[in-house]
């Protein structure tokens, strides 16, 4: 018990507890000291990262159809090494893209990764690279 008298009174207050309240700072305004660009909410596009994204994927393909309206379908090709041969083997992914440039089959076109905008539809055609030939 003695011990414990002891300790407690070498315990000494450097600072006022005012100055300590002021000096105490929430992990929010710590974070915002480290990066004071990036808001505390994810996905929070207020504020300073407003307009600020990443680099979205994009991908080159060939329009497989359009007999939608404002969508086209747009078939990309990627070659892989085969595991086993050790050849070049053809892969195609077909993807839904929105169109306000009037793109038609044949045409090749650039496609911009963006939000869903229907079950099926998450690219947007950006531009049409090549024209097809009629």
């Known amino acids: 018990m003695a ?6 009174q070498d315990v000494t207050a450097t600072m006022p507890d005012s100055d300590v309240a002021k ?19 994810p996905g929070n596009a207020s504020g300073t990262e407003a307009g600020k994204r990443g680099s979205r ?7 497989a159809s359009d ?3 404002k969508t086209v379908v747009v078939r990309v090709d990627r ?3 085969h595991p086993k041969y050790r050849r070049y083997v053809r892969r195609t992914s ?15 076109v650039r496609i911009i990764e963006t939000r869903p905008l229907s079950a ?3 690219w947007r055609v950006a531009e049409i690279v090549q024209k097809a030939e009629k």
């Open 120 to 122: 099926r539809k998450r």
């Open 3 to 8: 011990e414990e008298e002891n300790n407690q």
């Open 23 to 41: 000096a105490t700072t929430s992990g929010e305004m710590l974070a915002h000291d480290v990066a004071p660009n990036v808001d505390a909410q």
């Open 79 to 81: 070659l892989i090494k």
């Open 94 to 108: 077909k993807f839904m893209a929105h169109d306000e440039t009037g793109a038609t089959i044949g045409d090749k």
């Open 57 to 63: 994927a994009q991908k080159v393909g060939i329009v």
């Open 67 to 69: 007999k939608m309206e």
